[in-house]
Nanobody, 122 residues
Framework: VQLQASGGGLVQAEDSLRLSCAASGRTVSNYVMGWFRQAPGKEREFVATSWPAGSKYYADSVKGRFTISRDNAKNTVYLQMKSLQPEDTAVYYC?????????????????WGLGTLVTVSS
């Protein structure tokens, strides 16, 4: 599975942005699809995940501001981000897995995209 994330950019605080992650090589409709982020000097952290059946799970830091969704026909997962804050600045990565496990752990995911940079200015 190859993943291509896009949609990052430079925005101001309180702006919105939508990230996309297109999968190729395999249909991922039955995969768990997630988003992580990594700020400079920090470890990669969990943001959100979407299960094939429709359940979603968010990190507390983004709950209520970010929404994960998926379009199985397009083999794509999205991350709609609202009310962005400078602390949301990071490289955002999408990841997928067909296994069961701890969705907030990077090690749970088998395939990763290269990431897209989101910079939020104050």
């Amino acid at each position: 599975v190859q993943l291509q994330a896009s949609g990052g950019g430079l925005v101001q605080a309180e702006d919105s942005l939508r990230l996309s992650c297109a999968a190729s090589g395999r249909t991922v409709s039955n995969y768990v699809m997630g988003w992580f982020r990594q700020a400079p000097g920090k470890e990669r952290e969990f943001v959100a995940t979407s299960w094939p059946a429709g359940s979603k799970y968010y990190a507390d830091s983004v709950k209520g501001r970010f929404t994960i969704s998926r379009d199985n026909a397009k083999n794509t997962v999205y991350l709609q981000m609202k009310s962005l804050q400078p602390e949301d600045t990071a490289v955002y990565y999408c990841a997928v897995t067909a296994r069961a496990g701890t969705v907030s752990s990077p090690g749970y995911y088998d395939y990763w995209g290269l990431g897209t940079l989101v910079t939020v200015s104050s």
